[in-house]
């Protein structure tokens, strides 16, 4: 029967050189993987090794981003909705136009500017030629202060009009008598993504109205939620594994950033994490993680897992558990399996699925029980997924 299932084995590998699946006896613990599927499928054989495991910290949290990454677009004055065009999931640039208000109000604003603007000249000349006759002793002195007053009221007026016609993406300098409009445009504070749009065409929006929100993800972070008693066990730079409930075979990788300090109403402690590089390609501002915090000292190696994926600390304490990389371990039906190696041969590995039982998990390891296993346990512990089955 063995011979068999080499046999196929060995037929199946010259079908499928690079394939991810391998031959199982009929025993069903026993699995044949040919050399070509071996090395097609980039597997590796390592053995487990003794871990000094932190003390792991379980907290919950969200993906964040600093308040200035997020954006709240409202009217600066009131007006009907004649345009707008965006959907959520959008992406928006910096000054991008997304939506146009009309009122009638914004006639009347360019219109006293303009008229403001035409008195002034006037308004200068008089204000000069009163200053040169009451120097002369010609003009009364009410004359010369009426002049510069109305002068200033109006140089102040006109600064005034132009002001609010930039907060209303008017162009004072451009604007002419022929030009006036009752639309003002709308642009983008900064560049991010809709994540909110709350008007439609024609609605009328007041300037507490909050026409979209934009989210600039490109800094997200965790905002991690602490519990009182917990709090004095956390040091900048300690290490983080998170994930998404929906995900959670995906971990990702944080450190301890920013540690809150004041207590909420709910006793707890904000902490700010920021995630390690090239992570966030899948992360969304508003998930919720469920993350672990590695104790201890950073950077000291007190109480800190090995990044190594196969070899063995030196300094390991009498307290040091036995571990492999989580990617060795598969979980089915609530029970998790390895598989060992009994027989190298020309043709191929034979390997044995076990059972085993996990324990603590740090930086890609986790700590591994097992009959009969030990430091001088040849495993696979790269491309087990696809080749351990539940009994």
Do not use: W
């Not at 603590?360 to 009969?372: E, I, L, N, P, Y």
């Amino acid at each position: 029967m063995l011979l068999l299932a080499v046999g196929l084995g060995a037929c199946n590998s010259r079908e499928n050189p690079a394939g991810n699946l391998a031959d199982r006896e009929p025993a069903g613990d026993i699995v044949l993987i040919s050399p070509e599927q071996f090395d097609g499928n980039g597997m590796q054989l390592g053995h487990p090794q003794m871990r000094n495991f932190a003390e792991i910290l379980e907290v919950s949290g969200t993906i964040d981003v600093p308040p200035e990454n997020r954006a709240v677009v409202s009217a600066v004055r009131g007006g009907f909705v004649k345009s707008i065009s965006l959907l959520v999931g959008d992406r928006v640039r910096k000054g991008q136009r997304i939506a146009a208000l009309e009122n009638p109000e914004f006639l009347q604003l360019q219109q006293d500017y303009l008229e403001t603007r035409e008195q002034l000249p006037y308004k200068k000349a008089e204000y000069r030629r009163q200053k040169t006759l009451y120097g002369e002793k010609i003009s009364s002195e009410k004359s010369y202060l009426q002049a510069e007053s109305d002068y200033k009221t109006a140089l102040a007026r006109l600064g005034g009009l132009g002001s609010q016609l930039k907060l209303l993406n008017f162009d004072p300098e451009t604007l002419e008598p022929g030009n006036l409009r009752a639309e003002s445009q709308v642009y983008a504070p900064i560049a991010g993504s809709v994540t909110q749009v709350n008007v439609i065409k024609g609605a009328f929006v007041s300037q507490a109205t909050e026409i979209v929100e934009i989210v600039d993800d490109d800094h997200i972070h965790l905002e991690l939620t602490v519990y009182e008693k917990d709090i004095g066990k956390l040091r900048i730079g300690q290490p983080i594994r998170f994930s998404l409930p929906e995900q959670s075979g995906q971990q990702y990788n944080a450190e301890v950033y920013l540690i809150g300090t004041s207590i909420g109403p709910d006793r707890t402690v904000k902490v700010h994490a920021h995630l390690a590089e090239a992570t966030g390609a899948n992360l969304l501002v508003g998930m919720f993680v469920r993350a672990q915090i590695e104790l201890g000292d950073p950077g000291t190696g007190e109480n800190s897992g090995s990044t190594s994926v196969t070899g063995a600390r030196d300094n390991a304490s009498p307290s040091a558990m036995l571990s492999l990389p989580e990617g060795a371990v598969v979980t089915q039906g609530g029970q998790s399996y390895i598989l060992v190696l009994e027989e190298q041969r020309e043709d191929g590995y034979r390997m044995r699925q076990i059972p085993i039982s996990t324990g603590q998990k740090a930086r890609g390891f986790v700590a591994v029980t097992g009959d009969g296993l030990s430091r001088e346990t040849t495993v696979l512990v790269r491309g087990a997924f696809s080749l351990i089955a539940a009994p």
